[in-house]
């Protein structure tokens, strides 16, 4: 019987690292995809802008 309850709370436990695996593979796609969101495909007109608004030194 105890051979029974040792295979059940193996297979949980695998069963839960492989739901916390996924989640992980699943959270860094999503962190990678939203830190491109913001990344401009022109970065030259962002640096020409940024270069003009600046406060001139005196």
Same mark, same amino acid.
Do not use: D, R, W
């Given at each position: 019987?105890?051979? /029974? *309850?040792?295979?059940?709370? *193996? +297979?949980?436990?695998?069963? +839960?690292?492989? /739901?916390?695996?996924?989640?992980?593979?699943?959270?860094?796609?999503? =962190?990678? *995809? %939203?830190?491109? %969101?913001?990344?401009?495909?022109?970065?030259? =007109?962002? +640096?020409?802008?940024? $270069? $003009?608004?600046?406060?001139?030194?005196?």
């Amino acid at each position: 019987m105890s051979e /029974i *309850k040792q295979a059940g709370f *193996k +297979g949980y436990v695998l069963m +839960g690292s492989f /739901i916390a695996l996924l989640l992980f593979v699943i959270l860094v796609i999503y =962190l990678y *995809k %939203a830190n491109q %969101a913001f990344v401009p495909e022109q970065p030259e =007109l962002y +640096g020409y802008l940024s $270069t $003009t608004l600046q406060a001139p030194s005196a």
